[in-house]
């Protein structure tokens, strides 16, 4: 019996891309994820997710990560549907992973809605999906670590070269960042989400 566990990070940032994580295993493992002290990956350090990282991918039967850029989570707000666009890579994951079952965590408002239509587009795998699915299941956990871990990889790159903070738009120093790049250059870097609303703000103040 094949699980499969399917999270995303990075879905609020103004900047930098989506990544969607799934791993599938045995189920008679997943007592070996808990062992090892998987849990959601917003409860654990940096430097502990990243040896988590390594182990979950050495002790799962497999993995795939996916990264949804900039442009295409910006061409999917201008259509009011990021939902599907997740529902879509998730289902992609399923496809490739090919499990018994698989749990998601639910952006949508109506986890049963998320979860028929990652089903549908996924040649009517088994899906159940549910809010906080990265706090209540052990698979999801570990994949929301691959997600988690992938994008802070992605960020860390971006920061080599720019002073760019979380990318949150709570973050001043994302917004900061944004603002002083878009007043000299007169665009706007190719990894920030144009559509995000603080995003809008800045170029309209601008």
């Known amino acids: 019996m094949q699980i499969c566990g399917i999270d995303d990070a990075g879905r609020g940032s103004m900047l930098g891309p989506l990544v969607i994580a799934g791993i599938s295993l045995d189920k008679r493992k997943l007592r070996k994820l808990s062992s090892m002290g998987v849990k959601d990956s917003k409860k654990l350090s940096p430097k502990l997710r990243e040896h988590l990282y390594k182990k979950i991918i050495e002790i799962v039967d497999d ?37 018994n079952m698989s749990y ?22 088994k899906i159940k ?58 665009i706007m870097p190719s990894f920030v989400r144009k559509s995000w609303k603080p995003i809008q703000r800045i170029l309209e103040n601008n």
């Open 129 to 186: 999906s549910y809010h906080h699915a990265d706090s209540r299941f052990v698979v999801v956990s570990a994949a929301s670590i691959l997600a988690k871990v992938t994008r802070d990889r992605t960020i860390a790159k971006l920061r080599k070269n720019h002073n760019l903070g979380s990318g949150y738009p709570s973050d001043s120093v994302s917004v900061k960042f944004v603002t002083k790049y878009y007043k000299i250059n007169h």
């Open 63 to 99: 993995y795939y990560i996916a990264k949804i850029s900039p442009r295409s989570i910006d061409a999917s707000v201008k259509k009011h549907c990021l939902n599907s666009l997740e529902a879509k890579y998730m289902a992609k994951v399923v496809s490739k992973l090919n499990p």
């Open 104 to 125: 998601v965590d639910s952006c949508d408002v109506n986890p049963r809605r998320f979860g028929k239509e990652i089903s549908k587009l996924s040649d009517n795998h």
